[in-house]
């Protein structure tokens, strides 16, 4: 074998071989310390972006909802929305901009690690999610001015996804989005273990479709809902507030505690080994 061919050969083993759970944790460390180190503005700017970019799950399962809910049965008619939810997460997360709820997880890593502070994951947490809730609230006006107009998403299913997240007492919310919060603190670990761009569509697909076909509570994408309900049906801001304090409390717990008790306390001894 030449030179050349073991060469080409080391480079394909890499490849194939799978990531370490520490591989994994390092390279989550590096991305989290990189959050830290951003200016405030272009933080700030590209949480806009993704709050607008996870907004176009709305625009599909709005469009869907619309055409499909008086023509199939509601279980099919769920499987489909889970299907159309995972969308606005893959412009996101292919697209490298901010979404505050793998920021929960990817930023809080650093701080495990003890390469930065608190404060600083005070400022990246704060930017990330005011950010993401601006570029939603453009996302919300925009469709819910668009979809009835256009008449591709009625105001029925805006109804329908609003009271779908809020009908519930605080309890059965923060529950929902601690749950949700874990998934999406394993997404971002299972995206970093991923090597191909098709892989980590994979894995963003299966895991939001999860989110969505358990009608889980995620603090962004249902802030989008939620908030065209408020501009265009009954919804009361008293309803937004509910769901927005219980779910963004809970998607910060999950995403936190997924990290701090499961994944870091297994890293950890292999990194004294």
Known sequence: MSETEKKSRKVEDAIEKPKSAHEIFMEQVEKGELEHKRPSRGLFMSAIAGGMEVGFTLLLVGIVHTLFYE???KSYLEVLLA???????????????????????????PVLNKSATFSSLGRVWTLVFVGNLVGGYLVSLILSLLGP????????????LAHKLVDYSFDIILISSIVAGWLMGLVSWLVSSSQETISRIVVIVIVTFLIGIGGLH???????????????????????????????IGNLIGGVLFVSVLKFSTVK???KG
Not at 149 to 159: C, P
Not at 220 to 238: C, N, P, R
């Open 149 to 160: 107009a256009m008449d591709i998403i009625s105001y029925d299913t805006f109804y329908k």
């Open 269 to 271: 001894p292999d990194k």
């Open 83 to 109: 299907m159309a939810y995972p969308i606005g997460f893959i412009f996101v997360i292919i697209g490298r901009s901010e979404l505050f709820t793998e920021h929960t997880n990817l930023a809080f890593v």
């Open 218 to 248: 995620h603090s962004i994408v249902g802030s989008i809902e939620v908030f065209a309900g408020l501009l265009v049906t009954d919804i009361t801001f008293a309803q937004y507030g509910h769901f927005q304090l219980w779910s963004t």
């Open 71 to 73: 023509e199939i049965s």
